[in-house]
């Protein structure tokens, strides 16, 4: 047998003899951890056919590999994995980082912000992107958006909410921002990533949770303990996840590859939301017809309060920012300008479309 054949049928047959050719032919093989449990609908699974998708774009010759949540790192330290290049790539949302910069939350969700198309729109074609590139690099870190689960819950609770006065003393399951402001309404707001939720609330050790919305609380079972669903959530109205990427491993990659994604990023984001858009309403039914689910909205005056000290958390986080480029305050001024220009079109366009739409005149096939 010749050399060249010898070599190509060893090759076919080992999957170690593999990593040779690979290497010499310019293939990089990257990780990609998340803090996702592996395979969780959505969120897992979206960062699974995201790697595959730049692996595929990419004709093979950038294949990522995906970890889940506490495979090669915690669920929470996919920020520092991405920057000490532990991995060279990270799925999660910014908003867990916010113990590196307050800044992060913007790009993930911020209390009575932006929707999921407000939040593409701020990105691409207002000074989201620009200013989120800056925030990350002292870190060695870019980002991209990768993902959004859309208009979220604001949780799960074992009684009713008919006040604030029944929010008072609870130990809730509820990140960042939101865990601060209600904090202020007596709340003990718990950091905990999505796989340690369940166990929490069915010893006790937290009496609610927050996490997506239907169609991933289906999937870990939160009915089994609590049986009020609660809306608005106004803390996450278009919660967006991020692709982190180690920067000396991006600048490592061909401006084709760097374009293949960015494009792969760009199809995630619409396909994430799409595909909880699409499974969000089948799992509420399930959740209502069969497992005896209470769905209810949050009483006026508690938004009301929420919306009061959602604005306290944003000026307090304002006036905090002693950085010498002003980048967190930069971040603030720059969504809240952009914000107010976006509300007056969404209102007369999408809102005005959905109230309209509750209007109780027929629709649908008759006979």
Not at 10 to 15: C, D, F, K, P, R
Not at 168 to 195: A, D, E, H, W
Not at 311 to 319: C, D, S
Request: aromatic letters at 10%.
């Amino acid at each position: 047998m010749k050399r060249r054949s010898f070599v190509q049928a060893t090759a076919l047959g080992s999957g170690a003899a593999i990593a040779a050719p690979a290497l010499s032919s310019g293939i990089k093989e990257w990780r990609m951890v998340t803090s996702w449990p592996k395979g969780l609908p959505g969120l897992g699974t979206g960062a699974e056919r995201l790697a595959s998708n730049i692996t595929t774009m990419s004709g093979g010759r950038l294949r990522v590999k995906v970890y889940g949540a506490g495979e090669l790192v915690p669920a929470l330290e996919c920020f520092s994995a991405v920057a000490s290049g532990t991995a060279q790539m990270g799925h999660d949302g910014a908003y867990y980082h916010t113990g590196k910069s307050e800044g992060c939350a913007f790009f993930t969700a911020f209390p009575w912000g932006f929707t999921a198309d407000e939040m593409d729109a701020w990105v691409r074609y207002g000074n989201g992107q620009k200013l989120w590139d800056e925030l990350y690099a002292p870190f060695g870190i870019r980002a991209f958006l990768a993902g959004s689960t859309g208009t979220q819950m604001f949780g799960w609770f074992r009684k009713e909410v008919r006040s604030l006065e029944d929010l008072k003393g609870l130990k809730f399951r509820s990140p960042g921002n939101q865990g601060r402001i209600l904090q202020k309404l007596g709340v003990t707001p718990v950091t905990l990533p999505g796989g340690e939720i369940f166990p929490a609330l069915q010893s006790g050790a937290i009496d609610g949770a927050e996490w997506i919305g239907p169609y991933n609380d289906l999937a870990l079972g939160f009915y089994q303990v609590c049986k009020y669903y609660y809306s608005h959530g106004y803390h996450e109205p278009g919660a967006a996840l991020q692709l982190m990427i180690n920067e000396e491993a991006w600048q490592s990659l061909d401006a084709e590859l760097q374009a293949i994604v960015r494009t792969a990023c760009d199809a995630a984001y619409k396909d994430t939301l799409a595909e909880f858009n699409a499974r969000s309403g089948p799992a509420l039914r399930t959740l209502v017809k069969d497992h005896g689910v209470i769905v209810r909205g949050l009483p006026e005056d508690v938004l009301m309060a929420c919306g009061e000290k959602a604005n306290e958390v944003l000026n307090e986080i304002h006036a905090g920012d002693t950085s010498p480029n002003r980048i967190v305050q930069r971040i603030i001024e720059d969504f809240l300008a952009f914000r107010k220009d976006i509300i007056p079109w969404s209102r007369i366009g999408e809102q005005a479309f959905m109230n309209a739409r509750q209007l109780p005149f027929e629709f649908g096939l008759k006979g």
